[in-house]
């Protein structure tokens, strides 16, 4: 049976996609080139400085930076995101998501959030969604990006419960591969031409039935 619920934070409960991409689309431009909204498709669910790798690819500027440089340039989109993000409120929560959290919990299931991001917690607390959860596990906790399943293992660990007694609520392929290498069950929540290897496949919280998840297990 299923014990817990693992919620990807960015694209799933609220749409900050589109802060990184004008935070990653302004240091683009600083470097000379133009990041358009389709390249930015490719840093969905991948880590900070594996996104600024894939960024500095598509302007042919790959391997021409120090690390130190590198880590220098992604401070500074961390900085302008940190700014857009702060202006968040309630009103940018995706449809369906406080529902579908409040809908496993009164079902006994734990809540956990399993987020590549290290902005989660601020982004948490300025849509009051702390309580909401029972377990939150951000990019401070792990070291290895999805589709390493570290992210989700360690949710359920924290939780309590055994990793087949999870399912995955993920935007990214990178975490849908994660959760079926932690043997968990994966629900996308995309659209079936840009997403596979899922067990199910919804377009947004919305279309969610907490009962029929735990019901169709
Ligand atoms: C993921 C996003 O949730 O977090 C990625 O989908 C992002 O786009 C990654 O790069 C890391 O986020 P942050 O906030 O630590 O830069
Ligand atoms: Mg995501």
């Not at 991001?117 to 906790?141: E, H, Q």
Request: net charge negative; proline share 3%.
């Amino acid at each position: 049976p299923i014990k817990a619920a693992i919620f990807d934070l960015d694209g799933v409960i609220v749409d900050t996609a589109k802060y990184h991409y004008m935070a990653w689309r302004r240091l683009a431009e600083e470097l000379g080139f133009v990041f358009t909204e389709k390249d930015n498709e490719r840093l969905k669910g991948v880590s900070r400085m594996r996104s600024l790798e894939i960024l500095l690819e598509v302007g042919g500027l790959a391997d021409r930076f120090t690390a130190e440089e590198m880590a220098a340039m992604a401070a500074r989109k961390n900085e302008w995101y940190v700014q857009y993000i702060s202006g968040m409120d309630e009103s940018e929560i995706l449809e369906g998501a406080v529902e579908c959290l409040a809908g496993f919990r009164a079902l006994g299931v734990k809540t956990v959030l399993g987020s590549a991001s290290k902005n989660a917690m601020l982004i948490l607390n300025n849509l009051r969604l702390v309580p909401y959860f029972d377990v939150i596990i951000d990019g401070t906790r792990v070291t290895k990006a999805k589709p390493d399943p570290e992210v989700f293992l360690l949710g359920a660990k924290e939780a309590g419960v055994k990793p087949e007694e999870c399912v995955v609520f993920e935007d990214a392929q990178a975490g849908i591969d994660a959760a079926k290498s932690a043997g968990m069950k994966a629900v996308a929540i995309g659209r079936p031409d840009e997403l596979h290897g899922y067990d199910r496949i919804f377009r947004g919280l919305y279309e969610v039935k907490p009962r029929e998840i735990l019901e169709q297990d």
